[in-house]
């Protein structure tokens, strides 16, 4: 088992996903559902799109392997900048009335139980998120799809919890900027160093 994708992915996705709109909607769900219904019905949304995000880094790792690591590269660098530009950005509790907004509307169409609410809203909002393409670049950098999708799925479900459990609390206490900058350095660091690796200097 390659402990280091587990552990790598593992640390890269919490603080990406910690300021970011699955922790919002996430708290927002669950002040209008059982946060325990809501919690499984957004981990089973994150099940799906990770699933997702390995398979398409699979299918990268296939392309020789300077190529891989090079878009690997840029797409690590690529979630280093998106987490800086918003680290003095968005406030939680700004973005906070825009999910409000986007949960109350899946609600007046008819999906009447906490589970499918959850999983659709969750399942949308991940489409093209800064923790499924570091999910991706992570499974075509490691070759390890069922390390990373544990690390990947498991920092999802554990923000989640989180949202569910205590988001209210964090969101008063948690300088939302400082995640931002912790998570966007890990991501630059990864870039250069996969950089390297395309250069034959790692």
Do not use: C
């Amino acid at each position: 088992m390659n402990l280091t994708a587990f552990f790598v992915t593992l640390a890269l996705i919490i603080p990406a996903e910690l300021p970011d709109k699955t922790f919002i909607a996430t708290l927002v769900l669950s002040t209008r559902f059982r946060p325990v219904i809501v919690w499984l019905g957004v981990s089973a949304a994150f099940a799906v799109q990770t699933t997702i995000a390995v398979a398409a880094g699979q299918v990268l790792s296939l392309l020789p392997e300077t190529p891989v690591l090079l878009v690997t590269a840029g797409l690590f660098a690529l979630g280093s900048a998106l987490m800086f530009r918003g680290a003095g950005g968005v406030d939680p509790q700004e973005e906070e009335v825009d999910e409000t907004e986007a949960v109350d509307a899946v609600v007046r169409k008819g999906h009447g139980r906490a589970f499918t609410v959850s999983f659709l809203v969750l399942f949308a909002a991940e489409w093209g998120d800064l923790s499924q393409l570091t999910t991706a670049s992570l499974s075509a950098r490691y070759g390890a799809p069922v390390e990373v999708w544990l690390g990947a799925w498991l920092a999802l479900v554990v923000v989640a919890g989180l949202a569910a459990l205590a988001g209210r609390w964090l969101v008063a206490r948690v300088r939302f900027s400082a995640v931002r900058q912790i998570s966007g350095t890990l991501l630059a660091v990864l870039s250069l160093v996969t950089l390297a690796e395309a250069a034959g200097l790692w």
